[in-house]
């Protein structure tokens, strides 16, 4: 036998001891190697998720940016050119002395122009000078109507003239016609020298006096401005004055045609109201 056989078993005996220590060590390579790869396939799902979560960010604000123009856009289009937003319309409401034609004419509302373009200023001055409306407000009703709410002037006495019997109101404002004179309502006789202050003054004293007493009234002379005088249906007369005052004068002449029968009384200076039998 060869001498140096033992050895060389020893040689291969060593060698597949080292082959079997090397596949044990192959393995645990592989497992290690398998960890690292699933680790750093997390690492680029996390990367990967923090950088769309930036790029979200950013374009998150650049959508709302884009909704906000879109939205804007769409508005603009809306009012100033789509047709859904023309004056279809124009509503009247309020009046009875003016006929909605009347109205309407007058406000000269343009339909078929946008209605957010609509000079409602115009059209609330072309109305507001007309002598029967004592006020108006002309505002836009989405989407397509123009409104038109007056408040006419309410007549609280009859004045003839130039020949015409006409209505007059609290402000001494001349703003209509009457056939006659309405019942329970008095007439005001000018004077000469009676000019419109006077006619003003007449018609304050006409709107101060209480229900109970303005039907007792048949009409109002009107010298000047501080001589009014009320004539009433029993034909006794009352020196009233100026319109100074004439809430007071109508308490204290209601008392005193009520405690004393007399032809002439006089309230000019309510207190101190005197009562005569002759002017």
Do not use: C
Not at 104 to 126: F, H, I, K, N, T
């Amino acid at each position: 036998m060869d001498p140096e056989a033992p050895e060389q078993g020893d040689r291969v005996a060593t060698g597949v001891t080292s082959i079997g220590r090397d596949g044990g060590q192959g393995t645990s390579g592989a497992d290690d190697t398998g960890k690292v790869a699933a680790a750093t396939r997390r690492t680029r799902r996390r990367f990967a998720r923090r950088q769309w979560a930036r790029r979200w960010l950013s374009l998150r604000y650049v959508l709302g940016l884009l909704l906000v123009l879109a939205l804007l856009g769409t508005s603009i289009y809306l009012v100033f050119f789509s047709t859904t937003l023309q004056v279809k319309r124009v509503e009247v409401v309020g009046n009875s002395l003016l006929s909605d034609a009347r109205l309407r004419e007058v406000a000269d509302v343009p339909v078929g122009d946008q209605l957010a373009l609509v000079d409602l200023g115009r059209a609330d001055a072309r109305v507001g000078s007309l002598a029967e409306v004592e006020s108006v407000d002309v505002t836009r009703t989405w989407p397509d109507v123009v409104r038109i709410a007056v408040v006419e002037r309410t007549a609280v006495a009859a004045v003839e003239l130039a020949g015409r019997l006409r209505g007059l109101d609290a402000d001494g404002v001349v703003f209509r016609d009457y056939k006659a004179v309405p019942k329970a309502m008095p007439l005001i006789r000018p004077g000469a020298n009676a000019g419109t202050d006077a006619l003003r003054e007449a018609a304050t004293v006409v709107s101060a006096l209480p229900d109970d007493l303005v039907t007792r009234v048949d009409h109002v002379e009107v010298a000047t401005v501080d001589q009014i005088t009320l004539v009433m249906r029993d034909q006794r007369e009352v020196l009233w004055g100026s319109a100074e005052e004439s809430e007071l004068k109508a308490q204290v002449v209601d008392k005193l045609l009520a405690a004393q029968q007399a032809p002439y009384y006089d309230v000019s200076v309510p207190g101190n109201p005197t009562y005569r039998a002759t002017p």
